[in-house]
C-alpha cells in the first residue's frame, strides 16, 4: 500500500512537472508579453486583477481564453483563424507563455499569413490550480466541452474579430491532448475546418499492440482495439521508469471505468471516427507531429492512425522525430515544421466583413 501510494505520488508530481513554467509565470501581465511580440496578446481570462471571461452557454458558466492578434491587425480585414487546443496538464497559460512567442515569430518570417489565434481553457476546473486535469475537449458528465469549442469559442471570435467564415479559412491545433481534440472536433466538423493539425496527439486511446499490451510497438500487422481498460496498466514511464503514469490517471477522469469507459472513448477517438464518420480522401488537410521516443508511446497511436488513414485513401501529412519525447520542449521544437505545412493550406474568401472588436481592460 505505501509502496502503490508513493508511486501515485511520484506521478502526480510528473504530471504538475509537466508545465512548471507556465503556472510560475500567472503574475506575469500581458502587457509584459506584448512588449516581446510583433502582435497583441488580449486577455479574456481572470488571471489578471479583473475577471474577463467569456460566457459559455454549453458550460453554463464563464471560461478564460486568449486572443492574438497578427501585426497590423485591421478590423475591416479578414483573416484566418487558428483555435489552439492545450495539453493535458494545462491551460489557456500554456499558450499565452509558450505558443504566442512561436506563432508571433512564424508570422514575422513570413512561415505563417497573419492570422487569428483563439485559445480556450480547457481543463476541467477552469481555475487555475496546481494540477490542472483536462477535459479532452469532449461531451462528458463535466461538461460540453466539445460544443463549448465548436460553437462558442468560434461564435465569439465570429461576433468580435476579422476572422474567415469560410472553412477553407479555419483550423484546429494543439499539443497532445489538444492534438486529439483537434482531430476529435476536426474530423466531426468537417463543415467548419478545413486544417486539423496535432503534436505528439494521442489519435488511437484505445490502442494495444498485438501482445495485449498499451507500451507494444505498433507493428503494421493490423489495428487492433482494446475492449478494456486496466486501471493499473502502466501506459507511460519517465525518468528511467522511476515514474509511472497508469491507465486510471488519464481515462478516469473524463471517461469512468470498465467498458463504459471504452464506449464513451469510442465516440471521439479520431481512429474510429475515420470509418464511423466515412471521412473521404482529400476532405481536409492533416498533420500529426510525433517523437519516436515518447514515454507515453504516443508514437504507436499516430502510426496506428497512418497506416488506417493511408488503406482508407487520406493523405495525412506526417513527421517523426526520432529523438521527440513527450515534453512541451518537444512540442514547441516541433511547432515550426507544423506552421511551415499550414502556411499554404489556410484561404480566406476575399469578402470584406467588420468585426466590432471588444478590448478587455488592461492588466
Known sequence: MIRRSLAVL?????????????HAEHHHSVACINSRLHGTLLDFTQNGDCDQRIYSPALCTCRDLYVYLPPGYDSKGTYPLLI???SYTDDECEFAFKVVPVIDAAIARGDLPPLVVAAPDGSLKGYHHWLAVGSWYVNS???????????DCVR?????FAV??????????GFSMGGFGAYSLGLKNPHRFKVVAGISPPLNMRYVGPDGRYATDYLAEGVPLRDDFRSLEVIGR???????????????????RGREAVERVSADNPIELLDRLQVQPGQQDFYAGYGEADELNIDAQVQSFLDIARKRGIAVESRAYPCGDHSVV??????PDM???MKDRLHCSPITQTARLILPPSN
Do not use: Q, T
Open 330 to 335: 518537444f512540442m514547441l521544437s516541433a511547432l
Open 339 to 341: 506552421f511551415a505545412w
Open 238 to 256: 519517465f525518468y528511467g521508469g522511476m515514474v509511472k503514469i497508469r491507465a486510471y490517471m488519464i481515462v478516469r477522469p473524463v471517461w469512468g
Open 84 to 86: 489552439w487546443l492545450h
Open 141 to 151: 458528465d463535466h461538461g460540453r466541452f466539445a460544443d463549448y469549442i465548436v460553437e
Open 164 to 173: 474567415c467564415r469560410n472553412r477553407e479559412g479555419r483550423a484546429i491545433a
Open 156 to 160: 465569439f471570435m465570429e461576433s468580435n
Open 10 to 22: 511520484l506521478a502526480l508530481a510528473w504530471l504538475a512537472f509537466m508545465a512548471p513554467a507556465v
